[in-house]
């Protein structure tokens, strides 16, 4: 167990620092990085240019600019946003906390309908109800999540007039804005919750199937303590393993998301720093991204080798 | 999988008997055996990226600020008495933007780039993966250890995030476009190719071709690829869906598709503004994105289901 925690520790530190070498390589693909400093149509003298190249401390080697950049990394320094002329760490800090509700609340909604729904899918096998989990599921594979949020606003804010049309109703009372996160929950969650669905199914169906499921039927075991007791729980350890790739998905999803609904979090502000060329902006948030989504793997791993003891000795 | 075919929501008209099949049953039985209405799908969806030129019946990018929001052309009320439609020449089938661009032409010319795109994407990537697990799995040893770490980093990384990257340092373009998904396509294959691989080295026929003095290459191309086109051919079409979706949504948020080429994520991000007064701006790409990719996984699990006895086995 020590030796498996060590290995995978040095493994995403290892990713970070791989992660960290492409966003520094692609600064440099191109052109000179000074450019991505510099607003396009301004017109900057070349005194300018050779201050502001000394400034960011462009004028050095590639090997003691990376060297710089990353320790100041290290240190928790993302540098400075060319636009806000504020620190990416003071711009992310503010906008965290609404991503992370979000995220949360998408995830806890994709659990609690995705698991139930592989569950009951794969007990009415072939069934009406097996048919309309897997349509729901096929929906929120297939379509895109910016286009399911639209189609949302359009019927259900604009056309309905129910629910909100944007933002995250921050100083309202409570009903109101757990109203504000209806439609951007759904939406984020929608393909999680497809993902636990078709996992949690199939686990379920194989392990209906076995030897062990079929003993304890013979034994005479009362169907629903077949089901919860030895069943599911076996098949649970399905849908845990695609925890990670579910984060994933909430990492590019949240970016769409909040650009929909003008939600005010890291990943709008990711897709405004584009638009506005702010290099330093953007490197900050994949960094941050990235290093959230190797810890989350990390605790995903470990939390599925106390869920499973079989992959501790393998 | 014929299962689902039931739930697209086709029901053969059960009464009907032709001529070519003499029992309403052979239709149903042929449908439920067969692809066909992805593969009909497809074919259309195809057929208009061949043909958009013909098909559409403006240009996707002339401007005409006469039909500006111009209604679908159902909407007989807004053609003929409306002071602003009435105006309008000819109908536009599907409706015109902000800036009067029919959105059917600009739907058909979509077809084209996204179906170019991630057509050229799969295959550049199956290639690339392939190349890449083949070598990972038949040497072995150190390369096969560095390769495995590089896909789980690679696996790791954000994509959409690095795609904005890209876009500020690099620029737009449709072969960056191209190049991101297959630099998003590539690694997943890797493994799976690795473990077919792994397998198969150790065969027989392998064992034999090495006593007989074949070369490494000659194995590689003559003994081991021939085993894992059948994996090649699933994953690649199991995936072709993911690279529209991926596609669409960086044409989204702006930095996909550049935006003087129509593309259907970038005409979805058009109707954003004016969704309370034109929905089937955003409307219609979305729904040619919904049944590219609908179709193109039903054929990619029907491919499964057939290719491989091993996932047939297991099919649910």
Known sequence: MKNFLARRLIFSVLSLFIASMAVFGLAHAKEDPINLFIQPGYFVSPETLEALKAKWGLDKPLALQYLTWAGNMLRGDLGESVQQQRPVTTIIGEKWGATFQLAIAAWIFGTITGIPLGVVSALQRGKFTDYLARGVALIGQTLPAFWIGLVGIWIFAVYLGWLPVFGRGAGLPFFEQAKHYVLPVLVLGWGPMAGYMRITRSAMLEVLDSEYVKLARAKGVANRSVIWKHAFRNALIQPLTIATLLLAGFMDGAVLVEVIFAWPGVGRVAVEAVNQNDFMLITGTVFIFTFLYLVMSLVADLLYTVADPRIRLS | ?316
């Open chain 2, 1 to 316: 999988m014929s299962t689902q075919i039931e739930s697209f929501g086709v029901n053969p008209n059960s009464s009907e008997k032709t001529s070519l099949f003499q029992y309403p049953g052979t239709v149903w039985r042929f449908i439920r055996r067969w692809p066909v209405i992805p593969i009909v799908i497809l074919a259309m969806l195809v057929f208009l990226a061949l043909f958009a030129q013909m098909i559409s019946p403006h240009d996707p990018n002339t401007q005409n600020l006469r039909s500006n929001l111009a209604r679908p052309a159902w909407d007989n009320d807004y053609y003929e008495n409306d002071r602003v439609g009435s105006k309008i020449a000819e109908r536009h089938l599907l409706g015109a933007d902000l800036f009067g661009r029919d959105v059917f032409s600009r739907v058909v010319y979509g077809t084209r780039v996204s179906l170019s795109v991630a057509i050229v994407a799969m295959v550049s990537g199956t290639i690339l993966g392939a190349w890449a697990g083949i070598m990972t799995g038949y040497y072995g040893g150190i390369f096969d250890e560095l390769m495995t770490r590089f896909v789980d980093v690679w696996n790791a990384l954000p994509f959409l995030l690095i795609a904005l990257v890209v876009s500020i340092t690099i620029g737009q373009g449709v072969l960056i476009m191209i190049v991101l998904l297959v630099m998003l396509t590539w690694v997943g294959l890797v493994r799976n190719v690795r473990a077919e691989v792994l397998s198969l080295k150790t065969r027989d026929y392998v064992s034999a071709a090495r006593v007989a003095g074949a070369s490494d290459l000659r194995i590689m191309y003559k003994h081991i690829l021939p085993g894992i086109t059948n994996l090649l051919l699933v994953l690649a079409s199991l995936r072709v869906g993911g690279l529209i979706l991926t596609e669409a949504s960086l044409s989204f948020l702006g930095v996909g598709i550049p935006s003087r080429i129509p593309s259907w994520g970038g005409m979805i991000s058009d109707g954003r503004g004016t969704l309370d007064e034109a929905w089937w701006i955003s409307f219609f790409p979305g729904l040619g994105i919904f049944l590219t990719v609908m179709s193109m996984n039903f054929l990619g699990d029907w491919i499964r289901d057939r290719t491989d006895p091993r996932l047939r086995q297991l099919k649910d």
